[in-house]
């Protein structure tokens, strides 16, 4: 069974059990990290504020988010801390964080923190109230400095109170990454994954050393529209995962065109693969996707659509559902999104595709 599924869920109060020397009114053993070292720390957000005595993370530019609130659920989507990592280099012995997630979801309103890119614990959130208070040890080996990693909700809207670290401790920023650049749906923002940092993109991002910028927003599908980026992003690879949704909707094919044209006029050089649909068991129980679609095309057909189009353009490549994961009905949830292990899978082969796929 993988690692990543191991994550240990915790509570504030098991936590201070574990670390009697750091009890609550043991302040003096803590420094609380400042908005702008958080700002410095933070990766895969346009921008961090401070909101009364709430820390925000924006995702997106405002005139994309503006763009998303035509539809309530695109906009509440739009608005979730995805791909959203606080990272810095410490030797502290523990992190206390205090935050707010919404919704109140035990499925979705989790933290997941990571040190020297191993999984340490996920935290959740209070279903009574949103709120998350807890301690978390950190061990160091031979007293070095630590890459940890605080990776917020992927499918909530996660405000940070405050982070605190062991006061006598080092901080500085983390070593810079290249970044991964992620467009799509659901599947690119996560539903479903085990959690934030076992998204398909996050475990991609790690097993090359990669900064995450995830633009995955669940429905979605190929708009060119939508390309409005005020972020001065200059990512190493882009991952473009729409399609699923096209087909469901009966949209053409060529909203791709239009797309993959704005998307290589805003990044004329990048590397940009395109992940074609993976397979479904809905409506296909069996999942031969015989279906057709109101254009009376099935997924397959609609796939080898995409792949045709992709050709026309120079230092992009598409890749089929069978080299990103199994064929196998328990790999998928609702016969659509990937399981927890699906995502695993799922992420692991991007993360092989990213390190050979310009090589063949």
């Known amino acids: 069974m993988s690692g990543y599924k191991q994550l240990q869920t915790v509570s504030f109060f098991i936590m201070i059990a574990t670390l009697p020397a750091i009890g609550?009114?043991?302040?003096?053993?803590?420094?609380?990290?400042?908005?702008?070292?958080?700002?410095?720390?933070t990766c895969g957000a346009f921008q961090v504020i401070k909101k009364d005595k709430n820390i925000e993370f924006?995702?997106?530019?405002?005139?994309?988010q503006d763009y998303f609130k035509t539809n309530p659920t695109f906009d509440i989507r739009a608005k979730c801390t995805t791909g959203i990592v606080i990272r810095f280099a410490s030797d502290t012995s523990f992190l206390k964080i205090k935050a707010k997630i919404v919704p109140k979801s035990p499925a979705t309103g989790q933290i997941d923190i990571l040190s020297?890119?191993?999984?340490?614990?996920?935290?959740?959130?209070?279903?009574?109230?949103?709120?998350?208070?807890?301690?978390?040890?950190?061990?160091?080996e031979n007293n070095e400095m630590n890459i940890i990693e605080i990776y917020l909700p992927h499918y909530s809207v996660c405000y940070i109170n405050e982070i605190f670290i062991e006061k006598k401790s080092g901080l500085s920023a983390a070593p810079l990454q290249d970044i991964l650049l992620a467009f799509?749906?659901?599947?690119?923002?996560?539903?479903?994954?085990?959690?934030?940092?076992?998204?398909?993109?996050?475990?991609?991002?790690?097993?090359?050393?990669?900064?995450?910028?995830?633009?995955?927003?669940?429905?979605?599908?190929?708009?060119?529209?939508?390309?409005?980026?005020?972020?001065?992003?200059?990512?190493?690879?882009?991952?473009?995962?729409?399609?699923?949704?096209?087909?469901?909707?009966?949209?053409?094919p060529n909203n791709a065109r239009d797309y993959l044209n704005k998307l290589r006029a805003i990044f004329p050089h990048t590397k940009i693969i395109i992940l074609e649909p993976l397979f479904r068991f809905r409506p296909d129980t069996d999942g031969a996707n015989n279906a057709v679609n109101?254009?009376?095309?099935?997924?397959?057909?609609?796939?080898?659509?995409?792949?045709?189009?992709?050709?026309?353009?120079?230092?992009m490549i598409c890749v089929p559902p069978s080299r990103l994961l199994k064929f196998d009905k328990d790999l998928l949830s609702d016969g659509v999104h990937p399981t927890g292990e699906g995502y695993i899978q799922f992420g692991t082969n991007i993360g092989q595709i990213l390190k050979t796929i310009f090589d063949e």
């Open 116 to 140: 020297n890119n191993k999984p340490i614990t996920s935290l959740h959130t209070n279903l009574k109230n949103g709120l998350l208070d807890a301690v978390v040890p950190i061990t160091s």
């Open 24 to 41: 609550l009114a043991d302040s003096q053993s803590m420094r609380k990290l400042s908005i702008e070292e958080i700002k410095k720390f």
């Open 294 to 315: 109101k254009n009376k095309i099935t997924l397959s057909e609609y796939r080898a659509q995409l792949a045709q189009l992709v050709s026309e353009f120079d230092n």
């Open 58 to 64: 924006q995702r997106f530019c405002p005139k994309l």
């Open 184 to 252: 799509g749906d659901s599947i690119t923002q996560g539903g479903g994954a085990y959690g934030p940092s076992q998204t398909a993109v996050s475990i991609a991002a790690r097993q090359n050393n990669l900064s995450i910028c995830n633009f995955g927003v669940g429905g979605y599908f190929f708009d060119a529209n939508s390309l409005i980026c005020e972020q001065a992003i200059e990512p190493r690879y882009i991952i473009v995962a729409f399609g699923t949704n096209d087909w469901s909707l009966g949209k053409s």
